[in-house]
């Protein structure tokens, strides 16, 4: 893989982050923890895991507040 190609697939890997904590972070404040299937509360769990995994494998750097992701 050329250095090229691996900055492109960075960018697209913190990209698919960003929408993954989105998505967490929209279902947790929208659904009522007694609305919620006993799937779901394990599944948005993992997900923040996960990508708190690679923050902490040094895979991904976390995002600064302020920050101008775009």
Same mark, same amino acid.
């Given at each position: ?10 960018? *697209?890997?913190?990209?698919? @982050? +960003?929408?993954?904590? %989105? @998505?967490?972070?929209?279902?947790? +404040? ?6 919620? %299937? ?7 769990? *993992?997900? =923040? +895991? =996960? @990508? +708190? ?7 991904? *750097? ?9």
């Amino acid at each position: 893989m050329s250095i090229s190609e691996a900055r492109i697939f960075y960018k *697209e890997l913190e990209k698919c @982050v +960003e929408h993954l904590l %989105t @998505v967490c972070q929209h279902a947790d +404040e929208d659904c009522p923890s007694e609305y919620r %299937t006993k799937w779901f509360n394990p599944s948005i769990q *993992e997900a =923040y +895991e =996960y @990508v +708190e995994n690679l923050y902490d494998k040094n895979i991904l *750097e976390k995002p600064t507040e302020g920050k101008d992701n775009q």
